[in-house]
């Protein structure tokens, strides 16, 4: 499974964004698919998380009620809608699609990765 994130760019406070991720090579229908990010200087963390079908998601705290993940199986494509954008969202953000089909917070559980996409906020 390759992915490929997209939809990143430089907003303003309050502003929105959509990321896409989507597979190419097989699908990635019957796995659960996470967004994390990463600050500079900090680790990679839990953002949101979707079932195979996408009855189940989750949130960190920070996102929750701002952030909606999304998927459309016949277009290979999750996405990630950001809206209220604040400064501390400001990060590299990357899909992965773990081997589960449950939606799971831990890094652990990813196994295919995409490249990332910049998101940044400013004040």
């Known amino acids: 499974v390759q992915l490929q994130a997209s939809g990143g760019g430089l907003v303003q406070t309050g502003d929105s964004l959509r990321l896409s991720c989507r597979s190419s090579?097989?699908?990635?229908?019957?796995?659960?698919v996470g967004w994390f990010r990463q600050a500079p200087g900090k680790e990679r963390v839990f953002v949101a998380s979707?079932?195979?079908?996408?009855?189940?998601?989750s949130y960190e705290d920070s996102v929750k009620g701002r952030f909606t993940v999304s998927r459309d199986n016949a277009k290979n494509t999750v996405y990630l809608q950001m809206n209220s954008l604040k400064p501390e969202d400001t990060a590299v953000y990357y899909c992965?699609?773990?081997?589960?089909?449950?939606?799971?917070?831990?890094?652990?559980?990813?196994?295919?990765w995409g490249q990332g996409t910049q998101v940044t906020v400013s004040s």
């Open positions: 992965a699609a773990a081997l589960r089909s449950w939606a799971t917070s831990d890094v652990q559980e990813y196994r295919y």
């Open positions: 090579g097989r699908t990635f229908s019957n796995n659960a």
């Open positions: 979707i079932s195979w079908r996408g009855g189940t998601t």
